[in-house]
DNA sequence: TCGTCAACTTAGTAGATGTTAG
DNA sequence: CTAACATCTACTAAGTTGACGA
């Protein structure tokens, strides 16, 4: 289940050393490379250890450089001698997150002037504030924005149209802080309330059975229901439960039978395990009718939840469910994997909704959070989670509009970089020799981000697993290999690791040796000058809207753009359907897109491998069936006999012996099946005599399979080489299937094309390439797809480019 | 100027559902 | 038809980013 592609650590420890509150970042001494002699009024000392330059810019970076020495305690310094002892020096003045005060801003209510947002005063709109116009929904009339670049404006569409099919992309819009005039939904779907257990399950200690108060029980349940995962596995995981565990146990006055609960080892989950299998088990076993009617009362009861009502028109809604109770599973290393998730409760909840819809209702004596009517946020509800303090919203469903349209302008942003990526480029190019340390650091970044697709790479918290991108990456997560190699081993987003070995510019190189200089050492910043907003802000200049994240969207449409265009528009929808896919695994794997190989590939592998063998097995015997009746043919047609020693006796017999063994399973299986079925109908049974007959029949061919190993003689009968001969080609067709699909099913393993599909690879570039090539959309897209790319697939011809 | 954080975007996985080989 | 396998969806964790406040 879980592979090895994440890496996990959990012998980590924290050890508070320093009383500084905020992360320190390590600088090299300036600068001495060779590239950099000329003198300019900024030109920065090229003394290599001591800092002399009292020029403008980089002096007081240079004093930081100075303090170096006494910094190693501020920084956040894991040594790492073989990359999994990973020891952190902990911030002791970290705040605590949790103690933050409540600033409810309400954007809305208040008025235009405290919104001081450029977009609009740009755009030159005038704001039509939900309050004013609710009443004529629909009826909106915006004034025309006067510089909207790339598009030509469109009339302003005014449908009163109470349904989904009003397509966005037709309109004119072009206000994104006010998301919405009334918006009107049923509010959230809460988890179910925790059932007790049956009284004869039970959490054990050593071997006494543990009476659990319910609350207690029930957090006990969670960790039960995980016990074969890798979670439960996790010394980290099991600790955070514990303590979690323990405390609610204390809070409802310990077990009732007065067992004392005090060491992890000592439980045992085992009972309540099987409880849960045991209860899968019969979910599974109740027949397709039950089912249905389950599934039916389970519709109905989510029906009002689906849907809401966004400036009169019916939208979907995504996670209408609050999420359930549990034990937080967080990836990779992180610190607070398997801590209690706590249950959510109306007073938690926020709904966000206009003036004049109906408050959703609730059970007696409960009552929402609170009732915000916020029309700048596309949020229906949220609340705060236990685990980091951060919200939760429920959002409209990915096929909404106001999600459709983000992500039309996300790609509009990214195609729009086309134009400035050619400057950007030559900029960074010539940066990279720039005498400000800054300088030099913003061009190395922006080289890696856009060159290898990483990402930002913002700042972490300790109580979070350590990963990085970018901006954070630390010396020990690159390796220099002269003259211009680099390797990068560093765990990325979700803890999935990014492993690449590369050649780079010669001055990137050079750059880099530069940023690991001593004093710096494992755990130091490798950008100790930069964070992801100085990035996006020196990016801005270039381009607005411009940030980090935008080169990834363009490279991955890029790529696939230029993969696309090299498929020929040949052969079968089939074969061409695996052209796209190998065109869309380009850009997963340059994105670093990775998935678990499932608990069974290699089997799976396995034994599509000796499928393929069998087939050929079957050709070379047909092969050598052609010879039997026609020796001469073999000194005729010398190619096409070729393969026909390539198998060893040794292989051949193992093929045989599979053949053969599947066949027995076959027949006992075949047996099996019969019988139940006629017992069900009250038919006469099979005998096991009848068993035996079908097995004397595989036996023989055992025998002649083992006759023809010894001779090479084939059997024939009455084929002749015409028929031989199409057998042959049937089976070649076969392997040659086989092989495209085995390979495809190899190298697709570890690598998850939905990602880039979903977030990074333009819509468009699938739709055209579909009309162009007379692909069903259906075999690109699923239907969810579809419908979250409906403005990709109406509003695009076969002529669209990226 | 800086840190914080709300809001939005991107991410992999578990489990449901659909498909197909046998 | 059933099991095995593939595919899809729901779920929720984990990123990025701009706005905000001190």
Redesign the pocket.
């Known amino acids: 289940?879980?592979?090895d592609?994440?890496e996990v650590s959990s012998d980590e420890e924290d050890t508070p050393l320093s009383q500084t509150s905020?992360r320190r970042k390590v600088s090299p001494l300036q600068d001495s490379d060779d590239d950099i002699s000329e003198s300019t009024p900024e030109s920065v000392s090229s003394t290599t250890r001591s800092v002399s330059s009292t020029s403008a810019v980089d002096v007081s970076n240079d004093e930081d450089d100075i303090a170096l020495s006494q910094v190693s305690e501020n920084v956040k310094a894991k040594s790492s001698g073989d990359g999994k002892g990973k020891e952190k020096i902990k911030n002791k003045g970290r705040?605590e997150?949790g103690s933050?005060s409540?600033?409810t801003?309400v954007?809305s209510e208040s008025s235009e002037s405290s919104?001081?947002?450029?977009?609009k005063a740009r755009s030159g709109i005038k704001k039509i504030k939900q309050e004013e116009n609710s009443k004529k929904a629909g009826g909106v009339k915006k004034l025309k924005k006067e510089e909207n670049e790339s598009e030509s404006t469109i009339e302003e569409k005014r449908e009163e149209e109470v349904d989904n099919s009003y397509k966005w992309w037709e309109a004119n819009n072009d206000d994104d802080t006010i998301?919405w005039h009334t918006l009107k939904h049923n509010g959230v779907i809460f988890p179910p309330a925790y059932e007790p257990l049956p009284s004869h399950v039970k959490l054990y200690y050593g071997n006494q059975p543990v009476d659990l108060p319910v609350k207690a029980e029930e957090v006990a349940g969670f960790f039960a229901a995980l016990l074969e995962?890798d979670h439960a596995k996790n010394p980290v995981f099991q600790k955070n439960f514990f303590e979690d565990f323990l405390q609610v146990l204390k809070e409802c006055g310990g077990p009732l039978n007065g067992v004392e609960v005090k060491s992890f080892d000592k439980c045992d989950f085992s009972k309540m395990f099987a409880y849960f299998e045991l209860q899968k088990e019969q979910k599974k076993q109740l027949s397709s009718l039950e089912k249905k009617s389950l599934?039916f009362e389970r519709e109905k009861l989510e029906e009002p939840f689906k849907f809401c009502e966004l400036d009169g028109r019916k939208e979907q809604v995504?996670?209408f469910?609050i999420?359930?109770p549990?034990l937080?599973?967080?990836?990779?290393a992180?610190p607070k994997t398997g801590k209690l998730?706590r249950r959510v409760y109306p007073e938690d909840v926020v709904l966000n909704l206009d003036r004049t819809a109906a408050i959703p209702p609730l059970c007696e004596g409960q009552k929402w959070g609170e009732i915000r009517h916020?029309n700048?946020?596309?949020?229906l509800a949220?609340w705060r989670?236990n685990?980091s303090n951060?919200?939760k919203?429920v959002?409209f469903a990915a096929s909404s509009s106001l999600?459709g349209q983000?992500d039309f302008k996300?790609f509009e942003k990214a195609r729009q970089l086309k134009d400035y990526i050619d400057p950007i480029r030559a900029d960074y190019r010539k940066n990279l020799k720039n005498k400000v340390m800054l300088e030099r650091q913003k061009a190395v970044a922006i080289y890696l981000i856009d060159v290898f697709a990483l990402?930002?790479?913002?700042e972490?918290s300790e109580d979070?697993?350590d990963?990085v991108?970018c901006c954070s990456l630390r010396y020990e997560h690159v390796t220099l290999k002269p003259p211009n190699t680099v390797i990068f081993d560093f765990l990325?987003?979700?803890?999935?690791r990014f492993y690449q070995e590369v050649e780079v510019d010669k001055q990137v190189f050079k750059n880099l040796t530069i940023f690991k200089r001593p004093p710096k050492q494992p755990g130091h910043q490798l950008f100790d000058r930069l964070d992801?907003?100085i990035l996006?802000k020196y990016l801005q200049n270039y381009m607005p809207?411009l940030?980090?994240?935008?080169f990834?969207?363009y490279n991955a449409s890029k790529t696939m753009q230029d993969q696309l265009d090299l498929i020929p528009n040949e052969g079968t929808v089939a074969e061409k359907n695996l052209k796209y896919n190998a065109a869309n695994r380009t850009v997963a794997i340059l994105?670093?897109?990775?998935?678990?190989v499932?608990k069974?590939h290699a089997?799976?592998v396995q034994?599509a491998n000796d499928?393929i063998q069998e087939l050929e097995w079957q050709k070379i015997r047909l092969k050598r069936a052609i010879l039997e009746l026609d020796k001469s043919q073999l000194k005729k047609r010398q190619k096409f006999f070729e393969e026909i020693d390539d198998l060893t006796k040794e292989d051949e017999a193992s093929i045989h012996k599979r053949v053969i063994e599947r066949e027995i399973d076959?027949c006992h299986k075949k047996f099996a099946?019969e019988n139940e079925k006629r017992k069900s109908e009250n038919e006469e049974l099979l005998t096991e005599s009848d068993l035996e007959e079908w097995l004397a029949k595989v036996e023989d061919k055992r025998k002649l399979f083992e006759k023809e190993l010894k001779t090479n003689e084939i059997d024939i009968n009455n084929a002749t080489i015409e028929k031989l001969e199409k057998q042959i080609e049937k089976l070649e067709q076969r392997i040659e299937v086989s092989c495209i699909q085995l390979k495809d099913?190899e190298e697709n393993s570890q690598v998850?094309l939905?990602?880039?599909k979903i977030?990074?690879i333009d819509p468009r570039l699938s739709v055209v390439f579909c009309k162009k090539y007379g692909v069903p959309i259906e075999k690109i897209f699923?239907?969810?797809?579809r419908e979250k790319f409906k403005w990709a697939i109406e509003s695009v011809d076969e002529n669209w480019r990226f």
């Not at 919104?115 to 977009?119: L, M, Y």
């Not at 700048?376 to 949020?379: A, E, I």
């Not at 990402?455 to 913002?458: F, H």
């Open positions: 289940m879980t592979s592609k994440r905020k705040i997150t933050r409540k600033k801003k954007k919104e001081s947002n450029q977009k998301k995962s599934r995504g996670n469910r999420e359930p549990g937080f599973r967080g990836r990779g992180h998730k916020d700048t946020v596309q949020w949220m989670e685990i951060s919200f919203y959002r999600n983000s996300k990402r930002a790479g913002g972490k979070e697993a990963t991108g990325g987003k979700d803890s999935i992801p907003s996006n809207g940030t980090a994240k935008v990834r969207t994105c670093n897109h990775q998935r678990s499932t069974n089997q799976s034994k499928r076959r099946r099913k998850s939905g990602t880039s977030n990074y699923t239907k969810s797809l």
